[in-house]
């Protein structure tokens, strides 16, 4: 299968950046389910930007870097905090409905924000937003989607058949490696095949799976994080992983579950954090209390947990109102109420779970990874705007403005995206020189429980070891476990037939390895890493993005 601009994943930087990638040619969008199955769909907040008359770009510019904690590139926090404006009127353009009163867009304020600038769809922002991008892609003609395939690694020089399959990746070659596509496996088929295209997109979302309580969709196992190391990307800053600090508790969840999440919005509305006895404690940590960015409520909670220990703490609701509640929090209403909690009468149980990556493949401002040909955009990289912590909102915000910056740099140099090395051919040939997928002398193992129970081990072990407070000996523990599950994950891969569960399997391993591995790096207290054998910023060492790569 040969295509202009293939991209990995179908959330809302996926799915704008395919519209846009049209008008230039032919684009292929791989998802590994539904195409309606992103972390997208779940995001309730909504969308920060600059639209009220008491509110300025310098003001969000600044909420945004003092939440980033030193480490946000003023340059990538800019681009997002001004052309904001422009790509929400975008996505009105395309019809998508955002809340409205008197004719005016309503606008929210959460945790970090000086003013109020969340535009959002009541509480399933992401939702109405995938909605109506998917309506545009069902009508155009140039855009083809691939349900349930799903893209196991990145087509590049060691791929190709005149290497052999020998090629190593060493600094001194780093430079001449490209991007052909990927192989993917066709899931309903029990197929891999090679997919080639001019530009390879990576927009495959996050990586909460890796932890055991996340507000993230079974399907966010890292995959495009995982692809890209193997690939020999640049990755920084992966020790950042985002606990939101109020998700649904419920005694009972299984491995993939995806927590309810309990919007910031609602605490951005007046509810309050309460401890079980009823008392708040927010003021005891920050002069913001209960509207502090989520790095310190999350600390707060865990540490309030830890003293009582109690398994959650509660969220009071009742300073909204039984009538707002109701009308501006529907979904979260409901689903409390299916789940026996009338939130109009009573407070919510809630605890931190994992929620966003703030690290990932490094990209330039034009989107554009260190793998030739290979661009980024969404919750898998790591463009300068979050830092050490992200502010609420920023994200679907960072994905607009930076799928939109791929499509201009590709549109600006279309002339010139042909590999080097396949300019004086056609591009279809290309094809012939990737080697086929080769899975001889592989097996069809029944080996579910072997899955299952390293999966399971691997998010236990991030989850005590790794989460929202760290130390030396806990991180060196879990480090030795992890390189331990990736080396025989990694050895029954080689002999076993690919599927679905190994594959994510794979991934998650090799996720944890890189932020173990980069948590390690960072002996300092920073936003979302705290240690507690270094609880303090050390700026003199650690005021930079910590890097690693694969050779």
Aim: overall charge positive.
């Amino acid at each position: 299968m040969v295509t202009d601009f293939l991209i990995v994943g179908s959330g809302i930087a996926g799915l704008s950046l395919a519209l846009k990638l049209s008008t230039l040619g032919k684009v292929l969008i791989v998802t590994k389910k539904q195409k309606a199955e992103s972390n997208t769909n779940y995001a309730q907040g909504g969308i920060a930007s600059v639209l009220a008359d008491d509110d300025n770009f310098d003001l969000h510019i600044e909420d945004t870097l003092s939440c980033g904690c030193g480490i946000s590139r003023r340059d990538a926090v800019e681009k997002i905090v001004r052309e904001g404006p422009t790509r929400i009127y975008e996505l009105i353009d395309i019809g998508v409905k955002f809340s409205e009163k008197n004719g005016r867009l309503l606008l929210g304020r959460e945790g970090g924000h000086s003013k109020s600038r969340i535009v959002h769809a009541k509480d399933l922002t992401g939702k109405e937003i995938e909605r109506a991008l998917l309506h545009e892609i069902a009508e155009n003609k140039n855009v083809q989607v691939l349900e349930y395939h799903f893209a196991i690694d990145l087509l590049t020089n060691r791929n190709l058949k005149e290497k052999n399959g020998n090629y190593k990746l060493t600094a001194k070659n780093r430079k001449e490696n490209a991007c052909y596509g990927v192989y993917a496996y066709d899931i309903k088929k029990k197929k891999v095949e090679k997919i080639i295209a001019r530009n390879t997109i990576l927009a495959t979302g996050g990586l909460g799976q890796t932890y055991l309580h996340t507000t993230n969709p079974a399907i966010a196992t890292g995959d495009g994080f995982a692809m890209g190391y193997r690939a020999g990307c640049l990755i920084e800053n992966m020790e950042f992983v985002q606990f939101h600090p109020t998700s649904l508790y419920e005694k009972e969840i299984d491995d993939d579950t995806q927590v309810f999440l309990i919007s910031e919005a609602v605490r951005g509305a007046g509810a309050v954090l309460k401890t079980r006895n009823g008392r708040e404690f927010m003021h005891k940590y920050d002069k913001r209390k209960s509207l502090a960015p989520r790095d310190i409520v999350a600390r707060a909670i865990d540490s309030e947990m830890k003293k009582s220990g109690d398994k959650f703490v509660y969220l009071d609701p009742s300073p909204i109102g039984k009538e707002n509640i109701k009308k501006n929090f529907p979904h979260i209403y409901k689903t409390c109420l299916s789940k026996g909690i009338d939130i109009t009468k009573e407070m919510i149980p809630v605890v931190p779970a994992a929620h966003y990556a703030c690290g990932g493949i490094k990209t330039d401002l034009d989107g554009r990874t260190t793998l030739k040909n290979l661009f980024a955009c969404g919750e898998v990289t790591m463009t300068g705007v979050h830092g050490a912590n992200r502010l609420a909102s920023n994200s679907l915000l960072e994905a607009v403005v930076f799928s939109d910056s791929i499509y201009k740099y590709i549109k600006k140099n279309i002339a010139n995206i042909i590999p080097k090395n396949s300019r004086k051919e056609e591009f279809g040939k290309i094809k012939q020189r990737v080697l086929d997928w080769n899975d001889k002398g592989t097996i069809n193992a029944d080996e579910w429980v072997l899955v299952s129970h390293d999966k399971r081990e691997i998010k236990e072990i991030m989850n005590d070891y790794v989460g929202i407070v760290r130390n030396t000996v806990r991180l060196q523990r879990a480090f030795r476990r992890i390189k331990m599950l990736k080396a025989e994950i990694k050895e029954y891969y080689k002999r076993t037939k690919v599927t679905v569960e190994l594959l994510e399997l794979r991934n998650l391993v090799t996720v944890a390895y890189i932020i173990i591995k980069s948590a390690m790096k960072r002996k300092e207290s920073r936003g979302l890493h705290y240690m507690l054998d270094y609880p303090r910023i050390n700026d003199k060492q650690f005021k930079k993005d910590t890097r690693l790569i694969k050779y």
